[in-house]
């Protein structure tokens, strides 16, 4: 009956670290792409160079974002195993 719970438990466990993951890993990605956005705001750029500007910092928040959604994966995974 207890091993049902910490089933349970367990499920818990991952589904808050799961979410956990991806709000913080949202909120870095957005804390990276922000000041790229108000620099293209505050100062006139031609619109190509806008537009690059703009993809880079898209690109350095998605890959900023991905890399915090492994590394609390992959670091809750390895609590997991060692019992804690």
Do not use: C, N, Y
């Amino acid at each position: 009956m207890d091993q049902g719970r910490e089933s349970r438990w367990e499920k818990d466990a991952m589904t808050v670290e799961i979410v956990f993951a991806l709000v913080t890993a949202g909120a870095l990605a957005l804390a990276v792409f922000a000041p790229v956005l108000v620099f293209t705001l505050a100062f006139q750029l031609p619109d190509t160079a806008r537009r690059g500007v703009l993809a880079g910092g898209a690109a350095l928040g998605a890959v900023a974002g991905l890399w915090r959604l492994v590394r609390v994966l992959l670091r809750f995974d390895a609590q997991r195993r060692q019992g804690h």
